[in-house]
């Protein structure tokens, strides 16, 4: 997906936020804040906002030294999804259409972002949002598919969505599942720690795609992930980043996420904060 | 008031919204965010948010040659204001208190600031808006002073607000008001036109403060309007570009302002989308 103008301001707001994470040093938030604005000055250099993104995340963590600036955000929403597990099986078990909502709870998991949304209250606005339906469900495509399908990728998103997704693959039955994650700490994105501290291992082969961008660019993926990415049956990406860097790609995905800025719900045609399951074929 | 690192993003998004609203060319916009980046890579050149906005807006007048783009969005807010008037009186008329509530009303007025609540339901908003109290109201210094002044000074802020004002001048008996605004378009402020347009012309002298910052940068206003601001027993300044030109002027002034963003609500050490009425003294 190309880069919008609106992502400039939302990137360079982040970024000053991520530094106050990293460090109290005001001298070094100025820092960091004047080598991004150069950065975002070049912004046409690049594919798509992910790329822009973690070369200015890259940024704090070079001013900086803190290579995670996020570790302890992540820590602590992985915990608070870890709390609500029981009570998103229990929502699901629940339900008629188990696979509906199993996906719309790995869908929820997408507002733990606390990039967007510093200061959630998660636990409040979790069972609000699991009753919404999808403005968007390519259920009936999903479910056919799954009947033949052999092995299914994931793609993950934010640290403690990693839970909620736990929570959709547990309903999956005879399937083999990868679930690939950031090679290496980027905003409050999962790597494998991440996935292993979420339960996903129990569940899935949990890999790390080789790419450190809050998104999936293939050509800076490991080569065992592209393997895995282009035999899946199914590929299932998660949130925006992975749909802004892969809402182009070479093969049919399933893109799970909520459209939480303005620019991805204009991009997918929904209202703002509407949840969306699109399936996208190769052709489109 | 210095320029916060969280000032620049903002004003980055408000241009492009503006660039928006002058032309549907992508091609300018682009060019005129281009710019924008480039000026904001030297925001330290500058004293204050208002001085860089004014240079950023100007870009979009430069690029476009629409010298105000927010001109239908000015007239459809004092419109929507006008209609509000009956009730605005009504509220300030049921009230004991009476100086209390109109510059409540006044404060309230404040919200009318397309420039960040783009596509606002002003109508609904503004009666719940208006039985808040102020978190900081520097009443009793006010009234005191009121009892024995001769002039007053009230530096106005947005197109619109400027009827919330009408209501509160109207409260005033025996004192000689001026209202200023600003010289020339910028974003969404009063402009002298607007000014007459919401009768303000029955209850003060309009006069343009020579300014066209959206703001106050007394450097830059002309020697009439530095005459008025120097010799008013009292002046008031509405709003937060207002306050960020001003909080270190050369004068005691009233600051009344809804404090609408983080910036300034932690400044002024207010929870966010609180109601100010503050004094700041010549020595402060």
Chains 1, 2 share one sequence.
């Not at 940024?59 to 609500?84: C, H, R, S, W």
């Not at 997408?110 to 967007?116: G, R």
């Not at 033949?148 to 640290?159: E, F, M, R, T, Y």
């Not at 959709?168 to 790597?191: G, H, K, W």
Request: proline content about 2%; charged content about 25%; aromatic content about 8%.
């Amino acid at each position: 997906m190309e880069i919008f103008l609106d992502c400039l301001p939302c990137m360079l707001r982040q970024v000053i936020d991520a530094s106050r994470m990293a460090t109290e040093s005001t001298k070094l938030h100025e820092k960091i804040v004047e080598e991004a604005i150069n950065l975002l000055g070049n912004y046409k250099k690049y594919r798509n906002s992910p790329e822009v993104g973690r070369e200015m995340h890259w940024l704090v963590k070079n001013f900086t030294g803190v290579m995670d600036p996020y570790k302890e955000t992540k820590k602590k929403d992985i915990q608070t999804a870890l709390k609500l597990y029981p009570y998103l099986k229990q929502f699901v078990n629940e339900k008629n259409d188990r696979i509906y909502w199993a996906l719309k709870t790995a869908a929820v998991g997408n507002v733990i972002d606390t990039a967007i949304n510093a200061g959630l209250d998660i636990e409040g606005c979790v069972k609000a949002e699991l009753d919404k339906r999808f403005a968007v469900c390519d259920l009936v495509r999903f479910k056919h598919r799954l009947e033949k399908a052999k092995s299914l990728l994931v793609i993950g998103d934010n640290a403690g969505e990693t839970v909620f997704d736990r929570v959709f693959l547990e309903e999956l039955q005879n399937i083999d599942i990868t679930y690939a994650v950031r090679s290496a700490p980027i905003i409050n994105d999962a790597v494998v720690e991440d996935a292993y501290a979420s339960g996903l291992d129990r569940c899935a082969r949990v890999v790390s795609a080789g790419c450190d961008v809050p998104g999936v660019v293939l050509d800076r993926c490991s080569q065992a992930f592209m393997d895995v990415f282009h035999t899946a049956d199914i590929v299932v990406s998660k949130g925006q980043g992975n749909y802004e860097t892969l809402s182009d790609c070479g093969r049919d995905v399933y893109f799970l996420l909520k459209a939480k800025c303005t620019v991805l719900s204009g991009v997918l045609d929904v209202g703002l904060n509407e949840y969306v399951f699109k399936y996208k074929g190769k052709m489109q």
